[in-house]
């Protein structure tokens, strides 16, 4: 019975992490239909509960990739016993971490918003969606890391 233990730990970061990724998804196809929706003022209180949805679905989606990120670095650091921050996968997983948080802050800015800009939706739009394609790129690199 050759062959070494798979330790299943190791596994957790990316299954993790693939959750999160398809809960991205969700958060971004909402967060696309109300921006679509906004140059056709419909009905307010569908537009409100579109709202509330878009919101738990990406406060879920951030508590999940924040707290998957740390799993990354832990099981490197304490599963595997490697050097962490020495692979592009983290390179730009913190990227795309640190562009989620911004387009967080954006996006408080637009609940909290009068008077709102254009500007102030394509600031949150951009940072989502960049940090989107870029955790996509991420998944990738991500694979190359499996056991
Ligand atoms: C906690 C974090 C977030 C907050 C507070 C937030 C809040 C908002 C708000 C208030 C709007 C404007 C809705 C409207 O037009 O009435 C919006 C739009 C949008 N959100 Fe979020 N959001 C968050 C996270 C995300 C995430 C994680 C994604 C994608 C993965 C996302 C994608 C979008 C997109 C694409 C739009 C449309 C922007 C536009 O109109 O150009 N949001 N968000
Ligand atoms: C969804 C697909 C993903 C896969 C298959 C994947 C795979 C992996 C693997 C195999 C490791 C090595 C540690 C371990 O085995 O647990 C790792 C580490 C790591 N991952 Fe991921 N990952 C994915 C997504 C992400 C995302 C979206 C982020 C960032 C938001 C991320 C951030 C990290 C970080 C920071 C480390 C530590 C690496 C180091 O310190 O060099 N991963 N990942």
């Given at each position: 019975?050759?062959?070494?233990?798979?330790?299943?730990?190791?596994?957790?970061?990316?299954?993790?992490q693939t959750a999160s990724l398809l809960l991205m998804v969700v958060a971004l196809s909402l967060g696309l239909?109300?921006?679509?929706?906004?140059?056709?003022?419909?009905?307010?209180?569908?537009?409100?509960?579109?709202?509330?949805?878009h919101?738990?679905v990406a406060i879920t989606f951030l508590g999940l990739i924040?707290?998957g990120?740390?799993?990354?670095?832990?099981?490197?650091?304490?599963?595997?016993?490697?050097?962490?921050?020495?692979?592009?996968?983290?390179?730009?997983?913190?990227?795309v971490l640190?562009l989620f948080?911004?387009g967080?802050?954006?996006?408080?800015?637009?609940?909290?918003?009068?008077?709102?800009?254009?500007?102030?939706?394509?600031?949150?739009?951009?940072?989502v969606i960049?940090g989107a394609i870029i955790a996509l790129?991420v998944a990738?690199?991500?694979?190359?890391?499996?056991?």
């Amino acid at each position: 019975m050759g062959g070494e233990p798979v330790n299943l730990l190791l596994y957790l970061h990316p299954v993790w992490q693939t959750a999160s990724l398809l809960l991205m998804v969700v958060a971004l196809s909402l967060g696309l239909r109300l921006g679509r929706e906004r140059a056709h003022p419909w009905e307010r209180e569908a537009r409100l509960r579109l709202q509330r949805l878009h919101l738990k679905v990406a406060i879920t989606f951030l508590g999940l990739i924040s707290t998957g990120y740390a799993l990354g670095i832990a099981t490197m650091a304490f599963v595997r016993d490697e050097p962490v921050f020495r692979t592009a996968h983290a390179y730009f997983g913190t990227i795309v971490l640190g562009l989620f948080w911004l387009g967080a802050y954006y996006g408080g800015r637009l609940l909290r918003g009068q008077n709102l800009k254009p500007k102030d939706y394509s600031n949150h739009a951009f940072c989502v969606i960049l940090g989107a394609i870029i955790a996509l790129a991420v998944a990738v690199m991500g694979y190359t890391l499996l056991p």
